[in-house]
């Protein structure tokens, strides 16, 4: 039973296309994230939600907007794909603040053409 | 924004080596995280320290917080083939709630 899941596992798409990233967790967490992972493999924060508000928005373009409709779900969707927007994108949750750890996902690779 | 410099980079060793690993910061930390992340897989929480000075252990893993909260350091014992992975350490800054700042990762690779 995963804790965290997120589809789709690959998704290749053409540049200019619009796509999303659907992210569940079953942990009872009340805070969600969204981490970006380049190809040398540094995880750099992107955005976190509590009990479905907002409370980190790192510079992010604007293309890129989180929707949490419950404190289980967070998607992220993606307008205007680039190729510069490549690369790993990992759901994660965790109760409180983090400072326990978060629980991750298994990563979503984008590939954008 | 803040980043934790990690080393090495990458290492080699052979299995039933000892491994050490740090994990550097330019200003202080509440608490120091560390991660494994297989290939195709999200990180897994491997070890987390939350006092200046705690040294803590998890079967072959020890890690330490350092006292200058600034530093943190992760060892391996007797390093086996299913240790392979990138190790990532992550903090968490004082006033940064609910954000964790993580490293830029040690890829460690076992040889028989």
């Known amino acids: 039973d995963t804790a965290v899941s997120q589809t789709p596992k690959y998704l290749v798409t053409q540049m200019g296309n619009d796509k999303s990233i659907k992210c569940e967790q079953n942990?009872?967490?009340?805070?969600m994230y969204w981490y970006k992972q380049d190809s040398k493999k540094f995880l750099k924060i992107m955005f976190s939600?509590?009990?479905?508000?907002?409370?980190i928005n790192e510079t992010v373009p604007n293309r890129f907007s989180p929707k949490s409709p419950d404190k289980a779900h967070l998607n992220l969707h993606i307008n205007s794909l680039e190729l510069g927007d490549s690369a790993v994108y990992f759901c994660?949750?965790?109760?409180?603040?983090?400072?326990?750890?978060?629980?991750f996902g298994s990563g979503t690779r984008l590939t954008v053409v | 924004g803040q980043q934790l410099n990690q080393s090495p980079q990458s290492m080699f060793i052979q299995e039933g080596e000892d491994v050490s690993m740090n994990c550097t910061s330019s200003?202080?930390?509440?608490?120091w995280l560390w991660y494994k992340q297989d290939p195709g897989e999200g990180p897994v929480l491997l070890i987390a320290?939350?006092?200046?000075?705690e040294l803590t252990s998890n079967g072959r893993l020890t890690a330490q917080f350092g006292i200058t909260r600034k530093d943190s350091f992760l060892n391996i014992s007797a390093s086996i083939p299913s240790d392979v992975g990138i190790y990532f350490c992550?903090?968490?800054?004082?006033?940064?709630?609910?954000?964790?700042?993580f490293g830029t990762g040690t890829r460690l690779q076992v040889t028989l």
């Open positions: 994660a949750s965790s109760q409180g603040a983090g400072g326990y750890g978060y629980t």
């Open positions: 942990l009872g967490h009340d805070t």
């Open positions: 320290l939350y006092k200046a000075g």
């Open positions: 992550a903090g968490q800054e004082p006033g940064t709630a609910s954000k964790l700042t």
């Open positions: 939600y509590n009990n479905k508000e907002l409370i």
């Open positions: 200003s202080i930390f509440n608490t």
